[in-house]
Protein backbone atom coordinates (compact mmCIF):
# COMPACT_ATOMS: atom_id res chain seq x y z
CA UNK A 1 0.00 0.00 0.00
CA UNK A 2 1.28 3.40 -0.43
CA UNK A 3 1.40 6.08 2.08
CA UNK A 4 -0.75 8.60 2.72
CA UNK A 5 0.18 12.38 0.75
CA UNK A 6 1.69 14.87 3.34
CA UNK A 7 -1.09 16.88 5.42
CA UNK A 8 -0.38 20.25 7.36
CA UNK A 9 0.89 18.92 10.82
CA UNK A 10 -1.96 21.19 12.49
CA UNK A 11 -4.78 19.16 10.71
CA UNK A 12 -3.08 15.78 11.16
CA UNK A 13 -2.40 16.99 15.12
CA UNK A 14 -6.78 17.64 15.55
CA UNK A 15 -7.42 14.64 13.37
CA UNK A 16 -5.73 12.83 16.57
CA UNK A 17 -7.25 14.34 19.16
CA UNK A 18 -4.33 16.14 20.97
CA UNK A 19 -6.17 20.02 19.96
CA UNK A 20 -7.97 22.46 18.08
CA UNK A 21 -6.09 22.59 15.08
CA UNK A 22 -5.79 26.79 16.55
CA UNK A 23 -4.32 24.84 19.49
CA UNK A 24 -1.79 23.12 16.89
CA UNK A 25 -0.75 26.04 15.23
CA UNK A 26 0.24 27.47 18.77
CA UNK A 27 2.26 24.63 19.35
CA UNK A 28 3.51 24.81 15.98
CA UNK A 29 4.83 28.50 17.00
CA UNK A 30 6.25 27.54 19.98
CA UNK A 31 8.49 25.39 18.28
CA UNK A 32 6.98 22.47 20.78
CA UNK A 33 6.51 20.14 17.61
CA UNK A 34 9.09 17.94 15.54
CA UNK A 35 9.25 16.35 12.70
CA UNK A 36 12.10 12.98 12.27
CA UNK A 37 13.95 15.20 15.22
CA UNK A 38 13.79 18.84 13.63
CA UNK A 39 11.74 21.67 14.68
CA UNK A 40 8.76 21.80 12.32
CA UNK A 41 7.15 25.35 11.19
CA UNK A 42 3.65 26.65 10.67
CA UNK A 43 2.45 25.36 7.21
CA UNK A 44 4.92 22.05 7.35
CA UNK A 45 3.33 19.06 5.75
CA UNK A 46 4.15 15.18 6.85
CA UNK A 47 3.26 12.11 6.45
CA UNK A 48 2.12 10.35 9.30
CA UNK A 49 2.71 6.64 8.19
CA UNK A 50 6.37 8.02 7.04
CA UNK A 51 7.61 10.43 9.31
CA UNK A 52 7.79 10.55 13.33
CA UNK A 53 6.00 13.44 14.40
CA UNK A 54 6.57 14.64 18.82
CA UNK A 55 4.48 17.07 20.00
CA UNK A 56 6.21 18.29 23.28
CA UNK A 57 8.52 15.14 22.84
CA UNK A 58 5.71 12.82 22.94
CA UNK A 59 4.93 10.35 19.87
CA UNK A 60 1.56 11.51 18.04
CA UNK A 61 -0.50 9.09 18.83
CA UNK A 62 -2.68 6.86 15.93
CA UNK A 63 -5.08 8.54 14.52
CA UNK A 64 -8.04 7.83 16.78
CA UNK A 65 -12.05 6.06 16.20
CA UNK A 66 -13.77 9.07 15.44
CA UNK A 67 -16.32 9.29 18.45
CA UNK A 68 -18.84 11.67 19.29
CA UNK A 69 -20.75 11.63 23.15
CA UNK A 70 -24.26 12.66 24.40
CA UNK A 71 -23.77 13.32 28.63
CA UNK A 72 -25.97 13.97 31.03
CA UNK A 73 -23.70 16.25 33.40
CA UNK A 74 -24.76 16.54 37.03
CA UNK A 75 -24.37 18.87 38.60
CA UNK A 76 -20.98 19.58 40.53
CA UNK A 77 -18.64 18.09 37.88
CA UNK A 78 -16.30 20.16 36.00
CA UNK A 79 -16.39 20.54 32.35
CA UNK A 80 -12.63 20.31 31.94
CA UNK A 81 -10.28 17.07 30.97
CA UNK A 82 -8.59 17.55 34.43
CA UNK A 83 -8.73 19.30 37.66
CA UNK A 84 -4.94 20.50 39.67
CA UNK A 85 -7.62 20.53 42.86
CA UNK A 86 -9.09 16.73 42.00
CA UNK A 87 -12.82 17.81 41.50
CA UNK A 88 -14.38 15.67 39.44
CA UNK A 89 -14.74 16.22 35.67
CA UNK A 90 -16.29 14.82 33.16
CA UNK A 91 -14.00 12.43 31.83
CA UNK A 92 -14.76 10.47 35.24
CA UNK A 93 -18.32 9.58 34.22
CA UNK A 94 -16.43 7.89 31.29
CA UNK A 95 -14.95 4.17 31.45
CA UNK A 96 -11.62 3.75 31.80
CA UNK A 97 -11.09 2.53 27.58
CA UNK A 98 -13.05 6.11 26.41
CA UNK A 99 -10.91 8.14 29.48
CA UNK A 100 -7.34 6.85 28.42
CA UNK A 101 -5.81 7.27 25.09
CA UNK A 102 -8.98 8.19 23.18
CA UNK A 103 -8.39 11.93 23.17
CA UNK A 104 -11.89 12.95 24.24
CA UNK A 105 -12.91 16.43 25.49
CA UNK A 106 -15.98 18.70 26.10
CA UNK A 107 -17.19 20.18 23.26
CA UNK A 108 -18.23 23.79 24.47
CA UNK A 109 -18.95 24.83 28.25
CA UNK A 110 -21.73 23.97 30.86
CA UNK A 111 -21.21 25.40 34.15
CA UNK A 112 -19.86 23.25 37.14
CA UNK A 113 -23.26 23.89 39.00
CA UNK A 114 -25.18 23.37 35.82
CA UNK A 115 -26.28 19.93 34.50
CA UNK A 116 -28.08 18.54 31.17
CA UNK A 117 -27.01 17.73 27.83
CA UNK A 118 -22.85 18.38 27.05
CA UNK A 119 -21.00 16.97 23.60
CA UNK A 120 -18.08 14.99 24.00
CA UNK A 121 -15.49 14.48 20.88
CA UNK A 122 -11.82 13.26 20.20
CA UNK A 123 -11.87 15.29 16.75
CA UNK A 124 -10.64 18.62 16.88
CA UNK A 125 -11.75 19.97 13.40
CA UNK A 126 -15.81 18.89 14.79
CA UNK A 127 -14.94 20.99 18.36
CA UNK A 128 -14.39 23.99 16.45
CA UNK A 129 -17.52 23.25 14.03
CA UNK A 130 -19.74 22.78 16.75
CA UNK A 131 -18.80 26.05 19.12
CA UNK A 132 -18.22 28.07 15.79
CA UNK A 133 -21.16 30.82 16.18
CA UNK A 134 -21.08 30.49 12.34
CA UNK A 135 -23.21 26.85 12.57
CA UNK A 136 -25.60 28.84 14.94
CA UNK A 137 -26.73 25.75 16.92
CA UNK A 138 -29.59 26.68 19.37
CA UNK A 139 -29.49 25.10 22.92
CA UNK A 140 -33.06 24.93 24.80
CA UNK A 141 -32.40 25.02 28.73
CA UNK A 142 -35.27 24.69 31.60
CA UNK A 143 -34.25 27.03 33.87
CA UNK A 144 -36.01 27.47 37.66
CA UNK A 145 -35.19 31.09 39.06
CA UNK A 146 -36.24 32.33 42.16
CA UNK A 147 -38.98 34.70 42.88
CA UNK A 148 -41.74 35.24 39.93
CA UNK A 149 -41.02 37.81 37.05
CA UNK A 150 -43.03 40.21 36.20
CA UNK A 151 -43.96 40.72 32.60
CA UNK A 152 -41.80 43.50 31.68
CA UNK A 153 -39.14 41.63 33.23
CA UNK A 154 -40.07 38.55 31.15
CA UNK A 155 -39.82 41.38 28.06
CA UNK A 156 -36.19 42.44 28.96
CA UNK A 157 -34.93 39.17 29.02
CA UNK A 158 -36.63 38.37 25.76
CA UNK A 159 -35.16 41.17 24.50
CA UNK A 160 -31.45 40.30 25.44
CA UNK A 161 -30.16 41.87 28.40
CA UNK A 162 -26.62 43.41 27.41
CA UNK A 163 -23.75 41.98 29.50
CA UNK A 164 -20.53 43.41 30.08
CA UNK A 165 -21.55 46.63 27.74
CA UNK A 166 -21.99 44.11 24.91
CA UNK A 167 -25.69 43.41 23.49
CA UNK A 168 -26.70 39.95 23.64
CA UNK A 169 -29.16 38.26 20.85
CA UNK A 170 -32.86 37.76 21.35
CA UNK A 171 -33.89 34.72 23.72
CA UNK A 172 -37.01 32.19 23.32
CA UNK A 173 -38.71 32.71 26.86
CA UNK A 174 -41.61 30.83 27.67
CA UNK A 175 -43.13 30.52 31.50
CA UNK A 176 -43.91 26.70 32.39
CA UNK A 177 -44.63 27.02 35.53
CA UNK A 178 -45.30 28.94 39.01
CA UNK A 179 -44.92 28.50 42.35
CA UNK A 180 -44.94 30.84 45.59
CA UNK A 181 -41.06 30.46 45.52
CA UNK A 182 -40.02 30.23 42.41
CA UNK A 183 -40.70 30.19 38.90
CA UNK A 184 -39.79 27.57 36.03
CA UNK A 185 -38.78 28.65 32.27
CA UNK A 186 -37.77 27.08 29.18
CA UNK A 187 -35.05 29.41 27.32
CA UNK A 188 -34.15 28.87 23.62
CA UNK A 189 -30.79 30.74 22.81
CA UNK A 190 -28.18 31.06 20.13
CA UNK A 191 -25.43 32.12 21.83
CA UNK A 192 -23.53 30.91 25.22
CA UNK A 193 -21.61 33.87 26.54
CA UNK A 194 -19.69 32.39 29.76
CA UNK A 195 -22.37 31.91 32.68
CA UNK A 196 -25.12 34.41 30.59
CA UNK A 197 -28.12 32.68 32.16
CA UNK A 198 -27.09 32.36 35.36
CA UNK A 199 -25.68 36.46 35.46
CA UNK A 200 -29.00 37.65 33.23
CA UNK A 201 -31.34 35.98 35.73
CA UNK A 202 -29.40 37.98 38.76
CA UNK A 203 -29.06 41.02 37.01
CA UNK A 204 -33.19 40.83 36.65
CA UNK A 205 -33.35 40.34 40.11
CA UNK A 206 -34.34 36.61 39.63
CA UNK A 207 -31.37 34.37 40.78
CA UNK A 208 -31.17 30.86 39.08
CA UNK A 209 -31.86 28.12 41.29
CA UNK A 210 -31.36 25.26 38.97
CA UNK A 211 -30.22 24.74 35.10
CA UNK A 212 -30.37 21.95 32.81
CA UNK A 213 -29.41 22.33 29.25
CA UNK A 214 -31.97 20.12 27.40
CA UNK A 215 -30.80 20.23 23.47
CA UNK A 216 -28.01 20.86 21.82
CA UNK A 217 -29.59 22.00 17.82
CA UNK A 218 -31.61 18.77 16.94
CA UNK A 219 -30.11 16.61 19.28
CA UNK A 220 -32.20 16.06 22.42
CA UNK A 221 -31.11 14.85 26.11
CA UNK A 222 -34.50 12.58 26.31
CA UNK A 223 -34.54 10.44 29.09
CA UNK A 224 -30.56 9.75 29.14
CA UNK A 225 -30.44 9.23 32.92
CA UNK A 226 -28.23 12.09 34.78
CA UNK A 227 -24.43 10.79 34.81
CA UNK A 228 -25.26 8.69 31.62
CA UNK A 229 -23.69 8.89 28.10
CA UNK A 230 -24.09 7.31 24.86
CA UNK A 231 -22.58 7.50 21.63
CA UNK A 232 -23.74 9.79 18.70
CA UNK A 233 -25.48 7.57 15.21
CA UNK A 234 -23.82 8.78 12.18
CA UNK A 235 -27.36 10.69 11.42
CA UNK A 236 -27.36 12.38 14.65
CA UNK A 237 -23.72 13.54 13.93
CA UNK A 238 -24.56 14.61 9.81
CA UNK A 239 -27.64 16.63 11.42
CA UNK A 240 -25.30 18.37 14.10
CA UNK A 241 -22.53 18.84 11.48
CA UNK A 242 -24.72 19.95 8.62
CA UNK A 243 -23.89 23.49 6.60
CA UNK A 244 -25.50 26.48 8.24
Known amino acids: ?119 LSNQGDLTLRLTHPRYGHRKTYRVWVQGRPDAPTLRRWSAGVPLDGQASQPVGLHVLRCTPQTTELELRMGEGRNRQIRRTAALLGHPVRDLQRRSIGPLQLGDLPEGRWRRLDRQEWAALTAPP
Open 1 to 119: MGSMPPERLQKLMAAAGLCSRRQAEALLREGLVEVNGAVAQLGDRADPERDRITVRGEPLADRPEPLLLLLNKPAGVLCSCHDPEGRPTVLDLLPTELRDGCGLHPVGRLDAESRGALL
